[in-house]
């Protein structure tokens, strides 16, 4: 199996029909689904129940665990040589999506974790024809990699065994950011790149500002933790203080 495809789900049925509609709409076709159902109370169950495609394995949990042990546990079933993330609520845009990120690692090898641009969707469904694109390469990805997450999560596609040795999915009572998290342990195993075109439509969130500011101080801990790793730390934690307090 070449890629695995991880899915954290939880009461988006008619949403998560669409990310699966452009899963099968991809160019490349040597790759396994791995959902997990995290306590769902909608019909989210029954959606899956429709598809008889072998190659998509269910996991499904009676009680919702939340979204890192979710993610966690997707990447332990997975076998596939690369992981591909889709959250329920995106879709891929680029029916060569897997295709091009498999090429590249295939010709890379000291790449571990390749990602691309997206779309904004409103809550309303309204799309933004804007690109939204992140740094291109390894050196341009780390210098910011403190600033911000320079990874779109439904856009990345990684070594399965460089983040397994990078730890995966680490769990802790904030339960958010662990994407970010893991993007910043596999940046010390290997190299980056972003592709400068878009692969997603995203599905905009609607966080609060009390959500925001948990968002930056995880990340204030995150990059303390690696800032010996990537450059411009005190820029990184002036910045973010002062987004704190705005």
């Known amino acids: 199996m070449k890629v695995s495809i ?22 490349f076709t040597d790759f396994e689904v791995i959902v997990v159902n995290d306590g769902s109370t909608d019909e989210t169950g029954q959606v899956l129940q429709g598809y008889k495609d072998a190659r998509i394995q269910v996991i499904a949990h009676q009680k919702s665990v939340g979204i890192t042990k979710s993610r966690q546990e997707a990447l332990v079933a997975s076998s596939g040589e690369y992981i591909a993330i889709l959250d329920d609520d995106d879709e891929w845009v680029d029916k060569d999506k897997l ?97 400068p075109q878009v692969f997603t439509a995203y599905r905009v969130p609607n966080y609060n500002k009390v959500k925001n500011k948990a968002f930056l101080r995880k990340q204030l801990r995150l990059i303390k933790r690696d800032k010996g790793s990537y450059p411009l730390y005190y820029l990184a934690v002036i910045l973010l203080r002062l987004r704190l307090f705005l």
Not at 6 to 21: C, E, F, S, V, Y
């Open 6 to 27: 991880n899915i954290l789900t939880k009461n988006r049925a008619l949403l998560l029909k669409q990310a699966l509609l452009s899963i099968a709409g991809q160019s």
């Open 99 to 195: 295709a091009t990120q498999v090429k590249y690692l295939d010709e890379h090898k000291g790449c571990v974790l390749v990602g691309g641009g997206r779309v904004n969707v409103s809550s309303q469904g309204y799309k933004d024809t804007r690109m939204h694109l992140r740094p291109k390469t390894d050196a341009e990805i780390r210098r910011t990699m403190l600033v911000r997450n320079n990874f779109f999560t439904s856009t990345v596609m990684f070594s399965r065994v460089a983040a397994v040795r990078a730890g995966g999915f680490l769990s802790d009572a904030d339960d958010f950011a662990e994407d970010y998290d893991l993007w910043l342990r596999l940046g010390k195993l290997g190299q980056m790149y972003n592709f």
